[in-house]
């Protein structure tokens, strides 16, 4: 299949979906019919997309409706832009309480990355992390994602600083497991440590993580279970603000 007509059929698709959104259900002719192609092309479309569980066949026999995987979709999209917004208020509070600046970071392709960030009081850096990748092996709130799996190790971990961890075994994932929390020190730039601590979905997985940053010598290893303690906390806050109760 040539690179013009697979996108021709992911179009197909996608307009599938939509009258579907809009008539509620539809049978293969009639979608045959809108979007002019043969009955078995969309027959076709419609087998794969029934596969992917974004259509099903509703009990009027021959007629297709939305699947429960674009709810599926939708609910993840919708978490994420709830989660910047439900987030806000308590790291606002965390960053006065620690009195450091503090994010929320989420998986995304085998890196974290910040959707949120406030800057505490005490903060003397204007570095702004938010839509920056970091690397989860050398930051306390990959170190998190990559404990609870919501993300994986890449094959090879790079060095950032003389403190960057470098052999998977060495960074304590199941300690993270059981503590709660994870720390980095001086491993993504020198001077620089973090605490994180894990937010959970409706569903209980760990979708997120918020973290706590500052210059090594005010965020010192010694208070490092202090403030993971209180992000532990604003963690648990956070995922019953976006659904989660366990």
Known sequence: ????????????????????????????????TELDVHKSTAFRLLSAL?????????????????GFGVVRLAGAATAQLDLSGE???VCL????????TVNVAVPRNGDAINITQ??????????????????????????????????RLPSELERYTPNTITEPDELGLEEIRE?????????????????????????????AAVSASGPSYRLTPERLPEV???????????????????
């Open 179 to 207: 503590r709660g929390w994870a720390a980095a020190v001086e491993e993504l730039e020198v001077g620089l440590n973090a605490v994180a601590a894990p937010i959970r979905g409706s569903d209980g997985t760990v979708v």
């Open 93 to 100: 509070r965390l960053a006065v309480e620690i009195g450091e």
């Open 118 to 151: 406030v800057r505490g009081p005490a903060a003397i850096s204007g570095h702004n992390w938010v839509g920056q990748r970091t690397p989860a092996h050398a930051t306390s709130s990959g170190k998190v994602l990559l404990a609870f799996g919501a993300l």
């Open 228 to 246: 993971g303690a209180i992000l532990v906390a604003g963690a648990k806050e956070i995922s019953q603000r976006i659904g989660y109760y366990g």
């Open 50 to 66: 029934e596969q992917g569980g974004l259509v099903e066949q509703s009990g009027d026999r021959g007629r297709y409706r939305l």
């Open 87 to 89: 987030s806000r208020p």
């Open 1 to 32: 299949m040539s690179n013009s007509t697979s996108v021709q059929s992911v179009d197909r698709a996608i307009a599938i979906l939509e009258i579907l959104a809009r008539d509620g259900a539809s049978r293969v002719t009639d979608l045959a």
